[in-house]
């Protein structure tokens, strides 16, 4: 069964940088696909980077702003966010799914099966 648990959240001035950290436990990372996804008050869960084999998928929202990126010894897949802007603000997410059900881009569209396992979720908040 897998598990992830986040960390590394807090509070930013816009333009400013944050990396988020989740862990993975159960299957080590060759074998997951996973994803980082936030959720502003009021608003669906939207996914914002994932990757699976190797591939990466961002939104446009983050893109050329946010790196994805593993470390297998850790079992760790990082968010690193740059150039940080309050519409960035909201609870980030990790979540898991074996990767032979679902692809980057798939996971973070929410498309097809779900992810087998969710973190807690991390507060982010970019605000002057």
């Known amino acids: 069964q897998v598990q992830v648990a986040e960390s590394g959240g807090g509070l930013v001035q816009p333009g400013g940088s944050l990396r988020l950290s989740c862990e993975a436990s159960?299957?080590?990372?060759?074998?997951?696909?996973i994803g980082w996804f936030r959720q502003a008050p009021g608003e669906e869960r939207l996914g914002v980077s994932c990757?699976?084999?190797?591939?990466?998928y961002y939104d446009w929202s983050v893109k050329d702003r946010f790196t994805i990126s593993t470390d297998n010894a850790k079992n760790t897949v990082y968010l690193q966010m740059d150039n940080l802007k309050p519409e960035d603000t909201g609870i980030y997410y990790c979540?898991?799914?074996?990767?032979?059900?679902?692809?980057?881009?798939?996971?973070?569209?929410?498309?097809?099966?779900?992810?087998?396992?969710w973190g807690q979720g991390t507060q982010v908040t970019v605000s002057s």
């Open positions: 979540a898991a799914a074996r990767k032979e059900k679902t692809t980057d881009q798939a996971m973070c569209m929410r498309v097809g099966a779900p992810p087998d396992a």
């Open positions: 159960g299957f080590t990372l060759p074998f997951l696909a």
């Open positions: 990757i699976a084999d190797g591939r990466s």
